[in-house]
């Protein structure tokens, strides 16, 4: 038998010897591809005579639940590096450009905004009516495309995490370059299943303005009745079920549209497929990794600020003694410390996504017979 095609005694699937390429896959550059047209989950891969190869990351093997956690955690140690690299490339991009549009809608309306705060605080008129509609749709725009930019962040940091665990879990380097090179390659399709991905979630804010509407819940004063809105947000609470269970449905796409190459739909369809049966295992993983970053920038973030504050404290006391460089050092520690927080919340943003790229793995050597594409690819 040859590793992941099946436990021992057990037949490869119909149509595929043993070793060779799943069902409707063909064998793909790095082991990683679409998977098979049709389930495979008779062909698990999930037990192994031996002791299965680990040249990276993880065994490759179906993993349990702390593997894949611990998987991500790997990931992170390995490639760390590089991932905050061009995680800091990536929202400082968004950063920079959005600090280019807020300033150029500002020089085109610098004279409204004037008229505006003056007129506001004599207490004449509405935002509205003071700024006028174009100044005030312009700025509603570049908050609607400041959203789509830290987005298309997102999108293109979870690219770089699919890629990263792509290579770890084969053992191969990956320096920035390529991996920025990559995230951008796969960026495109993440950041479009991102948006398809998460519009599920404005399905309660949907229903809310509906009931509002059709239960005349506004009156003439303009101010929605009490019963429209009780009605309109227990409406709205109900479907918080129904959001979470396609969100966690759909929560594998944005890594097959980067890992497989995927059309957006495709990956959606894909994501469907992979988390069937395994719902609340992968919603855990997502739960847990989530957890886990969380606590550990909260840890971080509180022994930072205590060290900030006595720091602070320390320049404060120094200062009265006619230290020159206690000015500097009462500027610089809030820098740094925020600087600090900054790379602390970006360990909070890689790790799910690492967890969750790995959990694709997972699921893949699972359901496909994954981990024996990716023997054959080392």
């Known amino acids: 038998m040859q590793p992941g095609t099946g436990a021992p005694g057990q037949a490869a699937p119909d149509g595929a010897s043993p070793g060779g390429p799943v069902p409707g ?26 002791a299965p190869p680990r040249p990276g990351t993880i065994p490759l093997a179906p993993l349990d639940f702390w593997q894949v956690l611990g998987g991500g955690l790997a990931t992170f140690g390995r490639f760390w590096s590089r991932l905050v690299a061009v995680a800091l490339t990536a929202f400082g991009a968004a950063l920079v450009l959005g600090a280019i549009a807020v300033g150029a809608t500002a020089a085109v309306f610098a004279a409204r905004i004037e008229a505006t705060a003056d007129r506001l605080r004599d207490g004449g008129g509405d935002l509205w009516a003071a700024a006028g509609a174009p100044a005030v749709v312009s700025f509603a725009l570049l908050g609607v495309l400041g959203l789509l930019a830290l987005a298309a962040a997102q999108s293109l940091v979870l690219a770089a995490c699919t890629a990263a665990v792509q290579e770890g879990v084969l053992g191969r380097p990956l320096g920035y370059r390529d991996l920025l090179g990559r995230a951008l390659r796969g960026a495109r399709r993440s950041f479009v299943v991102h948006l398809l991905a998460g519009l599920p979630a404005l399905l309660p804010i949907a229903v809310l303005a509906l009931a ?4 005349g819940g506004f009156s003439p004063s303009g101010r929605p009745g009490a019963l429209a809105l009780v009605l309109g947000w227990l409406l ?37 497929r992979l988390v069937r049966g395994a719902w609340w295992r992968t919603f855990g993983l997502v739960a847990v990794a989530g957890m886990i970053a969380g606590a550990a920038a909260a840890a971080v973030n509180l022994v930072l600020e205590l060290v900030g504050w006595i720091a602070l404290l320390g320049a404060f006391a120094v200062s009265h003694h006619g230290e020159p460089l206690a000015p500097v050092a009462i500027v610089l520690f809030p820098v740094v410390l925020l600087a600090l927080a900054f790379l602390v919340e970006l360990l909070v943003l890689l790790y799910p996504q690492l967890v969750l790229a ?15 594409e990716l023997i054959r690819a080392l």
């Open 25 to 50: 896959g063909g064998p793909v550059p790095g082991g990683y591809g679409p998977g098979p047209s049709v389930p495979a989950a008779h062909w698990p891969g999930a037990r192994y005579p031996w």
């Open 358 to 372: 790995m959990a694709y793995v997972d699921r893949r050597m699972r359901a496909e017979g994954l981990a024996g």
């Open 236 to 272: 709205a609470l109900a479907c918080v079920p129904v959001v979470l269970w396609l969100g966690v449905q759909l929560s594998l796409a944005p890594v097959a549209a980067v890992a497989e190459s995927a059309r957006p739909l495709q990956a959606l369809r894909r994501s469907r």
């Open 212 to 215: 509002a509407l059709a239960l």
